[in-house]
Nanobody, 124 residues
Framework: QVQLVESGGGLVQAGGSLRLSCAASGRTFNDYFMGWFRQAPGKEREFVAV????????NYAGSVKGRFTISTDNVKNTVYLQMNSLKPEDTAVYYC?????????????????WGQGTQVTVAS
């Protein structure tokens, strides 16, 4: 089993920044991708960003590209999501997820493990 714990959420003014962290513990795998998803009230969960274990492969949703940066620290077994130029529409619960696969995916169903989520609220 893999345990994922997110942190770093909070309340920020529009235009501000937050950095989310996702600490992984438990069993590890050679090939996996780590993703960030978010779910706003009344909306479906959506893909935000994904990164490979090596950090060489990264992809972003169009709505966050250029504003968010995903990174990984394999020594700390932690994945980060640096969020800049935040907008009110970024308000959501952000979830970290891990997928035991050799290719990345934007589909939540492709991910095997999920964290409990952390709330991000952007005030206008």
């Amino acid at each position: 089993q893999v345990q994922l714990v997110e942190s770093g959420g909070g309340l920020v003014q529009a235009g501000g920044s937050l950095r989310l962290s996702c600490a992984a513990s438990g069993r590890t795998f050679n090939d996996y991708f780590m993703g960030w998803f978010r779910q706003a009230p009344g909306k479906e969960r959506e893909f935000v960003a994904v990164i490979s274990r090596s950090g060489l492969i990264r992809n972003y949703a169009g709505s966050v590209k250029g504003r968010f940066t995903i990174s990984t620290d394999n020594v700390k077994n932690t994945v980060y999501l640096q969020m800049n130029s935040l907008k009110p529409e970024d308000t959501a619960v952000y979830y970290c997820a891990a997928a035991r696969r050799s290719s990345w995916s934007v589909e939540g169903a492709a991910y095997d493990y999920w964290g409990q989520g952390t709330q991000v609220t952007v005030a206008s």
